[in-house]
């Protein structure tokens, strides 16, 4: 069985069920503590800034080996095409041509058709659209075939991959942000049909039917309260431009059922910009918290269990609009990393095991909408690839410790 997922993108953290003390149900209102956040000297030595691509803006990029060669390439929407760029010198290959701007906001990629490769999975926001393109044999050379996933969910800002049905393989989550029928303002579960190739297109199944309102963005996945199923986690931004009440985190409790609808827990309420949020057991006390971040606002955060006491992260980063909770150290706890395009900066956070996090700059005047950590060179540590949307570039940076 595969094992539950902690943080997004391709470099991610199981933990076991086991090891997880369930957390009380109760709703409550976090309240914030002092920052336990200590800033950091400039880094020496720095971390390496790479250039994939740039002229052109980036809302989304994951990478894998896309081409069958062992090395991690590059998929990103960039003008009006999805491309591939292969490693190592970072050479296009155009797999999808859009009209106008209908670009894919968010990604995701795993095996799709069950054939030992990877696929890439991309999401147009509004109007909502969910396709997939099968890696060919040759990745590089070969043409990569379309196939729609859905379109009937829409504002479709994140998706991530998860177990959701206990069968051993992945599963596919997306937010249904928009107040559009037939799911307004809900989140969807896909599981792979049995014959996806053939497929006119997955069927969506609502676990949070319309309790998910003021424009919700990314999903974090885990077994949060230790039952052994995977639970899911978001945030709402709110502001001028939802119609509904946001500025929440809440997560949904998996039913033993999961075609059906799932239990949401509150966990704060007064979060303007809310975005992302992953469960992680921050402080190692076998309860599971939460990672978030108010990438349309301001500030890194964490919520500990079971009772969702905020505490501050880093205070006073703007709009860090992507996150990553993966152990950037391997030091056997879970950090934190993200680039605000706000602050034009990107960073990461080491925990010391107790949930007290050190600030450790990567780069400076970088934006982004979009973080994945993965070992990008194959020298055994995570970097950190970055879409980057107003500086309109790919980049990644090269962990040099």
């Known amino acids: 069985m595969l094992r539950r997922f902690l943080a997004i993108g391709l470099s991610a953290v199981s933990l076991s069920a086991a090891s997880i003390a369930p957390v009380q149900s109760q709703t409550v209102q976090s309240q914030t503590v002092q920052s336990q956040t200590v800033q950091s000297p400039q880094e020496s030595p720095k971390w390496v800034r790479h250039v994939i691509h740039e002229g052109e803006q980036a809302m989304t990029a994951v990478a894998g080996d896309f081409t069958g060669d062992g090395l991690p390439d590059v998929i990103s929407d960039v003008g009006d095409k999805t491309q591939l760029f292969v490693a190592p010198n970072w050479d ?17 990629c795993f095996d799709i058709d069950g054939d030992g490769d990877l696929d890439y999975i991309g999401a147009r926001y509004n109007p909502g659209q969910i396709i997939w393109l099968e890696q060919p044999a040759k990745g590089a050379t070969q043409r990569w075939q379309k196939r729609l996933i859905d379109d009937t969910v829409h504002g479709i800002h994140g998706l991530i991959k998860g177990d959701v049905d206990g069968d051993g393989h992945f599963d596919l989550l997306a937010t249904s942000a928009q107040p559009k029928p037939p799911y307004p303002e809900s989140l969807a579960w896909f599981r792979v049909p049995k014959n996806p190739r053939s497929s006119d297109r997955w069927t969506p199944h609502i676990f949070a039917n319309q309790d998910a309102p003021g424009l919700t963005h990314y999903i974090g996945v885990g077994d949060v309260n230790g039952d052994g199923r995977l639970d899911a986690a978001t945030g709402a931004k709110g502001g001028p431009q939802a119609t509904s009440q946001g500025a929440w ?60 006491q905020r505490h501050d992260i880093d205070a006073e980063i703007q709009e860090p609009h992507c996150l ?14 993200t680039c605000a395009f706000g602050s034009k900066q990107a960073a990461w956070y080491e925990n010391d095991g107790k949930g007290r996090f050190q600030k450790h700059v990567v780069g400076e005047n970088q934006e982004s909408y979009d973080i994945r950590a993965i070992d990008m060179d194959r020298d055994g540590d995570l970097d950190l690839l970055i879409a980057g949307r107003g500086s309109n570039n790919i980049v990644w940076y090269e962990n040099t410790k």
């Open 92 to 108: 296009e290959v155009t797999l999808d041509q859009h009209s106008g701007s209908k670009r894919y906001i968010h990604s995701e």
């Open 249 to 308: 985190f809440a997560w949904w409790e998996a039913s033993a059922l999961p075609k059906t609808a799932w239990k949401k827990h509150l966990i704060s309420d007064t979060e303007p910009g809310a975005t992302n949020i992953h469960p992680a057991d921050v402080n190692a006390d076998g309860t599971m918290d939460f990672v978030a971040s108010r990438g349309h606002g301001k500030g890194v955060v964490w919520f500990e269990g079971p009772t969702w």
């Open 324 to 337: 990553v909770v993966v152990d950037m150290d391997a030091d056997g706890d879970l950090d934190a990393a």
